[in-house]
């Protein structure tokens, strides 16, 4: 048996399917080939096979593609099997598979973590893979797109290539410290390594990834009999919250996400707020809970009395259509629920203003681990900047360098790789 096994698994969809793809890599893919196939067809071409078990029976007529490494993307040798997607088809192939020796199923992630331990790709992309992977709307699928096709991780290089030429400076000097022509740090250093600094606060100023998962949070906020619910059924467009003339219907915090135009937004409904205290222990205690939600609020839209919601909430004059309406001077939206009078507008503006929160269409994003590590390399930067002993200044360059490794995987811990990787489903 040899000492790395081969790892297969069902790389397309679940069966039943038109197509089942199952994706065979290591230094035994070959074997399989010849054992399922009889044959290895030429390197990256589609070619027409029966595929038979260790017996010899036929298990059925598929396409099989041989890739041999290490330019596959696990960096191994890589086999396809492109057969019929039922349930049973596939479950015979693996089964002729898992018979052969060295051969065994692969673990959740194991394809893409190979990746990675051969130099396929590094940790970043990796991570950008796993938000591909997961990616419900069109802002999701943008930015996980970019981290995986390597855009942090090309900026990361550069800053890291400026780290080494501001570490060679250093040097520099350190070389002529013993002799009586000692150099000081040049000018240009203070200029570099301010801008560099510069560069790394504007990354960590940006939206983090996990925005893009949690959604544009928009709590509906106001007293009992508000319209909030009403409201709030308009914007997700279904009947989720229950409407009612009584106040103190909604009791509890109710929350929707959903995508409009591609931007991951999540609504919350709240139970209405008063001033003197709720009779019903239970109503008492979703006042709480709104008032918790107004904390965590991207955006408040204000159904109160103007000027009685939290700071920069938007005012909100609802329920135009009834007769006991009271216009807002300031209100930023004067709509009825009921009618549809005024919901689209409000749903456009709660995008856009969603659209500057959120990270940018394609643009790279960090997520926590990511910020964490530039915030490191920021940190130690600054460090360097209050120092004037040539060895310290090179200390704290190389922690810059070094968080710059472990950004990007060059310096991680197998911990955080089996957490990384366990998101991913098997097959990937």
Known sequence: MTATPTIFALSSGAPPAGVGVIRVSGPAARGALLALAGRVPAARRASLARLRDGEGALLDEALVLWFPGPNTATGEDLAEFHCHGGRAVIAAIEGALASLEGVRRAEPGEFTRRAFANGRIDLA???????????????????????????????VEVWREKALALSAQVEAVLDFSDEEDAADLPECFTWNIAALTRELAEWL?????????????IVLAGPPNAGKSTLFNALVESEAAITSPIAGTTRDVIERA?????????????????????????????IDRARGALARADVVLWLGDEGEGPEGAWEIAGQSDC??????????????????EGVAALKVALVEAARGALPKPGEAALNAR??????????????ATTLSDPLLVA?????????????????????MLDTLFGRFCIGK
Do not use: C, M, Y
């Open 125 to 155: 992309e990796a991570e950008g893979l796993a938000d591909l992977l997961s990616s419900e709307t069109e802002l999701q699928r943008a930015a996980a797109l970019a981290n995986a096709g390597g855009a942090l991780s090309r900026q």
């Open 258 to 286: 959903v995508a409009i135009g591609g931007v991951p937004l999540s609504f919350v409904d709240t139970a209405g707020l008063r001033e003197e205290a709720a009779a019903d222990p239970i109503e008492a205690i979703g």
């Open 205 to 217: 100023s940006r939206p983090r990834s996990e925005r893009l998962g949690e959604g544009f949070r």
């Open 370 to 383: 990511q910020h964490a590590r530039l915030a490191e390399a920021k940190e130690a930067l600054r460090a």
């Open 395 to 415: 200390e704290e360059l190389r922690r810059v360098r070094l968080a710059f490794d472990r950004l990007i995987g060059r310096s991680t811990t197998e911990d």
């Open 323 to 340: 007769q006991t309406f009271v216009p807002k001077v300031s209100a930023r939206f004067t709509l009825s629920a009921e009618t549809g």
